[in-house]
């Protein structure tokens, strides 16, 4: 999906006799013309196959590993522009009310830190009886991110500007930006902290897998995961 900016720039005067009794009120905006494209691998689909359920751990968190994929970002001119993601299914992460020491997904930050809480991680599908079977982390890895064709810089802001109407950019040394679409991503040229116009950019995903201990669960048929998240575009 796509965010683009449309605003007008409006300026509307009244006036009267006098002078002193005329004010102006001004609106305004921009306008950007921007049509960058976001593509997903593999057609934005990830597969970690079948799960046994006799196979996993009633007491422990089950790690279910690691899978890859890219999101890859084609501008028709260079344009400056980041990307936010949301959790679809995040009434199902079973994260989100279970603590670190329940529940957690190993190696899913790029610096290999390990993920925990709804902040984030996404849901990934409820069993029939709507217990929620787990979760998934997506960490970008910061060293393959190529930009121009060139490799780039990973930088991160959330997504509100200050009172100059300027994001507050930031070095992504984790990999992981917040779900909900609460921080924006984009890519610079390495030592530099502000967004680079780019016709093309390519981040590299470290997509992990986790499962709840199955003692929170009462299936003994089969589960489905059915993960989903919306990454949107925003023009810089």
Not at 16 to 25: Q, R, T
Not at 175 to 188: D, K, L
Not at 211 to 227: K, M, Y
Request: hydrophobic share 40%; net charge negative.
């Amino acid at each position: 999906m796509k965010k683009v900016i449309l605003a007008a720039a409006i300026a509307v005067a009244t006036s009267a006799a006098c002078a002193d009794s005329s004010v102006v009120m001004k609106v305004q905006g921009k306008m950007n013309n921007a049509s960058c494209t976001p593509e997903l691998s593999n057609g934005g689909s990830i597969n970690f196959g079948t799960i046994a359920l006799d196979q996993l751990s009633p007491t422990q968190t089950n790690q279910m590993g690691q899978k890859d994929m890219s999101l890859t970002i084609r501008c028709p001119s260079p344009t400056k522009v980041a990307w936010s993601i949301a959790d679809n299914k995040e009434d199902s992460n079973a994260a989100a009310h279970l603590s670190s020491s329940e529940f957690y997904i190993r190696d899913a930050m790029d610096n290999g830190n390990d993920a925990w809480g709804a902040g984030t991680t996404y849901g990934v599908g409820k069993t029939d009886a709507g217990e929620n079977i787990g979760a998934y982390a997506i960490s970008t890895r910061i060293n393959e991110v190529t930009a121009n064709g060139m490799p780039a810089q990973v930088i991160y802001a959330p997504a509100y500007t200050n009172a100059k109407g300027e994001y507050m950019w930031r070095n992504l040394s984790t990999g992981v930006i917040a779900n909900g679409n609460a921080e924006i991503e984009t890519a610079t040229t390495p030592g530099k902290m502000s967004p680079l116009a780019v016709t093309n950019v390519v981040y590299p995903f470290k997509v992990s897998l986790a499962i709840v201990n199955t003692n929170r669960l009462t299936t003994t048929d089969e589960a489905q995961l059915s993960g989903e998240t919306t990454i949107t575009l925003i023009y810089l």
